[in-house]
């Protein structure tokens, strides 16, 4: 065992302390702080579009930018949505807003046109940034604004949206769209501000509080209209400064140095505000790496992505590699030449990674860590990881919370196998049973989490606020979980995922984990299909070897006396991708349209 435990749980509630110190400062102030200490440290790498941005230019492009939103009327409070793909202009634009109190709505760029048009109204924004983008993008732009087309030189009006006041394009789409006033291109846009408008940025900047809201981040939707999460700084900083190990019961029993990166020694009092709290396997009591580089893959609206690629290096003082899409190839060139050494994936770009064709032709052995999100991760897939990545680390947290759990190699082995994790410093948490009461130890509850990184509200969403975060402080996350004696966590799926058959609650979790171990499953996604006979019937969606593919009958095979009698699946949905939602995650919805349609039920 661990330090961490002292005495056994008799029940499913565990609070870990937290030793580090808080930061009390804004997100301005905070790039502020770390543009001074790392000036001419890269800050952002763009590996596809070949730009590398330092602490310092972040610092005075962004500044520039919000100089021209202050000089163009806009003010605390007020909200401006950007859609594209994770580029220079996409972060610029977001620490820029950050510096000036305005809101900026991330629009992902698959979001669907009525999601698009939906959340500009619902959340009244006052104006449009558009990020390079595919050209496919300029068909998608004139369906919601087609007044874009007109030539005119009249400032730019939309009838279905009254409050955008302007737009800004870059990349070949700023080419082909008329420019005209309110109409700017991104370059044009940013040499608006003054110095006097610059010097009022620094002084709003300079005025804003560390537990204002500063920060929006779209979450789920794969059942309705995605839902835009609220942070504080306070509470996005701190969040952010636990990723990678963020437990604090250890001394550093790696040296992360080992890649033959510089060490700094700083004293724990200054961890955040120096930029190393609790990286890869450091201690605050230790010396901790700052010079790491984490690759992140796609945009930035998952929680992984979310918190690490765009908020690491603020926090943390260490370079983030961007990519605009996710690419296993590019991913697998870019750990090599950038000589990453921690990276952060979903459990399908795991796969895909893995599945790089001659995979071990490129140079892993700067990675000392990689991180994967997701409830349900196969051990023969951890195993298979550290071919390339010897410190395997599971991690859990949502968009509301940030990481909250974590695995760390040098958790007992048979923790590690069973996929169990352990809540970081400063959270608290907790199994219920659907009364809300606090269930004994290794029962299976849902999990409720407590924490200082917990968002604040769903914009323009009191009802669905509530739902998720109730009076005391408690995050519902969903998600079924079992705390044994010692505190660990095992995840067990979703509960509104579960299946109910013959009046008996099935988790797809328990099928999911046995078709992963199936040589010539890549991806196992379960759901339940209506039957009027038995409420729902079993469904296994699968995306599979296109080579040798696996028969029904050797996938039943494969499960039986395997899992519970009752999950051997009836139907079996084979699939060449399997479809994503807004955000990131597997869309049993898509999934569970698909499957009815081709099965022809109800």
Same mark, same amino acid.
């Given at each position: 065992?661990?330090?961490?435990?002292?005495?056994?749980?008799?029940?499913?509630?565990?609070?870990?302390?937290?030793?580090?110190?808080?930061?009390?400062?804004?997100?301005?102030?905070?790039?502020?702080?770390?543009?001074?200490?790392?000036?001419?440290?890269?800050?952002?790498?763009?590996?596809?579009?070949?730009?590398?941005?330092?602490?310092?230019?972040?610092?005075?492009?962004?500044?520039?930018?919000?100089?021209?939103?202050?000089?163009?009327?806009?003010?605390?409070?007020?909200?401006?949505?950007?859609?594209?793909?994770?580029?220079?202009?996409?972060?610029?634009?977001?620490?820029?807003?950050?510096?000036?109190?305005?809101?900026?709505?991330?629009?992902?760029?698959?979001?669907?046109?009525?999601?698009?048009?939906?959340?500009?109204?619902?959340?009244?924004?006052?104006?449009?940034?558009?990020?390079?983008?595919?050209?496919?993008?300029?068909?998608?732009?004139?369906?919601?604004?087609?007044?874009?087309?007109?030539?005119?030189?009249?400032?730019?009006?939309?009838?279905?949206?009254?409050?955008?006041?302007?737009?800004?394009?870059?990349?070949?789409?700023?080419?082909?769209?008329?420019?005209?006033?309110?109409?700017?291109? #991104?370059?044009?846009?940013?040499?608006?501000?003054? $110095?006097?408008?610059?010097?009022?940025?620094?002084?709003?900047?300079?005025?804003?509080?560390?537990?204002?809201?500063?920060?929006?981040?779209?979450?789920?939707?794969?059942?309705?209209?995605?839902?835009?999460?609220?942070?504080?700084?306070?509470?996005?900083?701190?969040?952010?400064?636990?990723?990678?190990?963020?437990?604090?019961?250890?001394?550093?029993?790696?040296?992360?140095?080992?890649?033959?990166?510089? $060490?700094?020694?700083?004293?724990?009092?200054?961890?955040?505000?120096?930029?190393?709290?609790?990286?890869?396997?450091?201690?605050?009591?230790?010396?901790?790496? #700052?010079?790491?580089?984490?690759?992140?893959?796609?945009?930035?609206?998952?929680?992984?992505?979310?918190?690490?690629?765009?908020?690491?290096?603020?926090?943390?003082?260490? &370079?983030?590699?961007?990519?605009?899409?996710?690419?296993?190839?590019?991913?697998?060139?870019?750990?090599?030449?950038?000589?990453?050494?921690?990276?952060?994936?979903?459990?399908?770009?795991?796969?895909?990674?893995?599945?790089?064709?001659?995979?071990?032709?490129?140079?892993?052995?700067?990675?000392?860590?990689?991180?994967?999100?997701?409830?349900?991760?196969?051990?023969?897939?951890?195993?298979?990881? $550290?071919?390339?990545?010897?410190?395997?680390?599971?991690?859990?947290?949502?968009?509301?919370?940030?990481? &909250?759990?974590?695995?760390?190699?040098?958790?007992?082995?048979?923790?590690?196998?069973?996929?169990?994790?352990?809540?970081?410093?400063?959270?608290?948490?907790?199994?219920?049973?659907?009364?809300?009461?606090?269930?004994?130890?290794?029962?299976?509850?849902?999990?409720?989490?407590?924490?200082?990184?917990?968002?604040?509200? #769903?914009?323009?969403?009191?009802?669905?606020?509530?739902?998720?975060?109730?009076?005391?402080?408690?995050?519902?996350?969903?998600?079924?979980?079992?705390?044994?004696?010692?505190?660990?966590?095992?995840?067990?799926?979703?509960?509104?995922?579960?299946?109910?058959?013959?009046?008996?609650?099935?988790?797809?979790?328990?099928?999911?984990?046995?078709?992963?171990?199936?040589?010539?499953?890549?991806?196992?996604?379960?759901?339940?299909?209506?039957?009027?006979?038995?409420?729902?019937?079993?469904?296994?969606?699968?995306?599979?070897?296109?080579?040798?593919?696996?028969?029904?009958?050797?996938?039943?095979?494969?499960?039986?006396?395997?899992?519970?009698?009752?999950?051997?699946?009836?139907?079996?949905?084979?699939?060449?991708?399997?479809?994503?939602?807004?955000?990131?995650?597997?869309?049993?919805?898509?999934?569970?349209?698909?499957?009815?349609?081709?099965?022809?039920?109800?």
């Amino acid at each position: 065992m661990t330090k961490m435990a002292t005495e056994k749980l008799t029940k499913s509630y565990l609070h870990v302390p937290r030793k580090q110190p808080f930061s009390g400062m804004s997100v301005g102030q905070q790039l502020y702080k770390m543009a001074e200490t790392y000036a001419d440290k890269e800050m952002y790498v763009f590996y596809v579009d070949k730009e590398r941005i330092t602490f310092k230019q972040m610092k005075e492009q962004s500044q520039q930018f919000a100089s021209s939103l202050i000089a163009k009327g806009y003010k605390k409070g007020d909200t401006i949505a950007i859609w594209g793909a994770s580029h220079s202009e996409w972060l610029v634009t977001l620490f820029a807003t950050m510096q000036v109190g305005i809101m900026l709505l991330p629009l992902r760029l698959q979001f669907p046109e009525p999601t698009v048009i939906a959340l500009l109204k619902k959340h009244k924004c006052k104006g449009l940034i558009l990020t390079r983008s595919p050209s496919i993008i300029l068909k998608r732009v004139y369906q919601i604004f087609p007044e874009l087309k007109d030539t005119s030189d009249n400032g730019f009006h939309c009838e279905c949206f009254p409050d955008i006041e302007f737009i800004i394009i870059s990349g070949t789409v700023s080419e082909q769209i008329p420019r005209r006033k309110c109409v700017y291109s #991104y370059d044009e846009f940013m040499m608006l501000g003054s $110095k006097a408008d610059l010097d009022n940025v620094n002084k709003i900047c300079m005025s804003l509080d560390m537990d204002e809201p500063c920060s929006v981040a779209f979450t789920s939707g794969s059942s309705g209209m995605p839902k835009a999460t609220v942070m504080s700084s306070h509470a996005l900083l701190n969040g952010v400064a636990n990723i990678g190990f963020g437990r604090e019961d250890e001394s550093l029993l790696y040296d992360l140095g080992s890649s033959g990166m510089p $060490k700094a020694t700083v004293m724990s009092s200054h961890a955040l505000l120096n930029g190393v709290a609790n990286i890869g396997f450091g201690r605050e009591d230790e010396s901790l790496l #700052y010079d790491l580089k984490s690759a992140r893959f796609g945009d930035a609206f998952s929680f992984v992505a979310f918190s690490f690629g765009m908020y690491a290096p603020l926090a943390l003082g260490l &370079t983030s590699v961007v990519f605009p899409k996710f690419n296993a190839e590019t991913m697998a060139k870019a750990i090599q030449d950038e000589r990453v050494t921690m990276a952060v994936f979903h459990i399908h770009h795991v796969h895909d990674l893995l599945n790089v064709p001659n995979l071990r032709d490129y140079d892993f052995s700067s990675l000392d860590i990689l991180t994967i999100g997701g409830s349900v991760i196969p051990f023969e897939m951890r195993q298979n990881v $550290k071919k390339i990545c010897k410190n395997v680390v599971l991690s859990f947290g949502m968009t509301e919370t940030f990481e &909250t759990l974590i695995s760390h190699p040098i958790d007992p082995v048979e923790k590690q196998n069973a996929a169990a994790m352990y809540p970081i410093g400063g959270v608290e948490a907790k199994n219920v049973d659907d009364c809300g009461c606090i269930v004994p130890v290794n029962t299976n509850g849902e999990l409720h989490i407590r924490t200082f990184s917990a968002f604040q509200y #769903y914009m323009g969403d009191e009802e669905k606020t509530r739902e998720m975060k109730d009076n005391n402080g408690w995050i519902h996350t969903g998600d079924l979980g079992v705390m044994d004696e010692d505190g660990y966590i095992q995840i067990c799926g979703r509960k509104k995922d579960l299946i109910i058959k013959q009046g008996t609650n099935l988790a797809p979790a328990e099928l999911e984990k046995r078709l992963y171990q199936h040589p010539r499953v890549q991806v196992a996604v379960v759901i339940g299909l209506p039957d009027p006979r038995v409420g729902e019937e079993i469904c296994a969606c699968l995306r599979v070897d296109k080579v040798n593919a696996p028969t029904e009958e050797e996938i039943r095979q494969f499960c039986e006396g395997k899992v519970h009698e009752m999950l051997v699946p009836k139907y079996m949905l084979f699939v060449d991708d399997v479809p994503i939602t807004p955000t990131g995650k597997f869309s049993r919805q898509k999934l569970t349209e698909m499957a009815i349609e081709k099965f022809q039920i109800g």
